[in-house]
């Protein structure tokens, strides 16, 4: 295996408008997002912050972004926004996004997507 850094935002859980059912329109439900984006990397050696992964970049998007789009149907269509966000950034070369409907089932059980992408 290579030598990589990663960087993980978890834990995350937003009030998003998603859901395909008629009960799921006009109203939000909470998702629990975990991203992670990774390189290819020898030792962290700069000390500066212009030369990090940036996860702080990642929760703005996610809080200041997210909550404010209108309704999408499907998990998967909220992942592939983030995924192409955390590709806007070149240091990144692949990345992990997981999201999660905790509610949708009475707690019962949790649907989930995971992408897992590589840059090229």
Do not use: N
Not at 9 to 37: M, N, W, Y
Not at 66 to 87: C, I
Request: charged fraction near 30%; charge should be negative.
């Amino acid at each position: 295996m290579q030598d990589r850094q990663t960087i993980r935002l978890k834990g995350l859980v937003l009030e998003l408008p998603i859901g395909v059912f008629s009960e799921e329109f006009g109203r939000t439900q909470p998702v629990e997002i975990e991203v992670e984006a990774w390189r290819l990397a020898g030792a962290f050696t700069s000390g500066r912050y212009q030369d990090c992964l940036d996860y702080h970049r990642l929760y703005r998007h996610l809080t200041e972004v997210w909550p404010t789009r209108p309704h999408q149907a499907l998990l998967e269509s909220w992942a592939e926004d983030l995924v192409r966000f955390v590709f806007e950034d070149p240091q990144v070369e692949g990345c992990r996004v997981r999201l999660a409907k905790l509610a949708i089932y009475d707690g019962r059980a949790v649907p989930e997507v995971e992408f897992v992408r590589v840059r090229g």
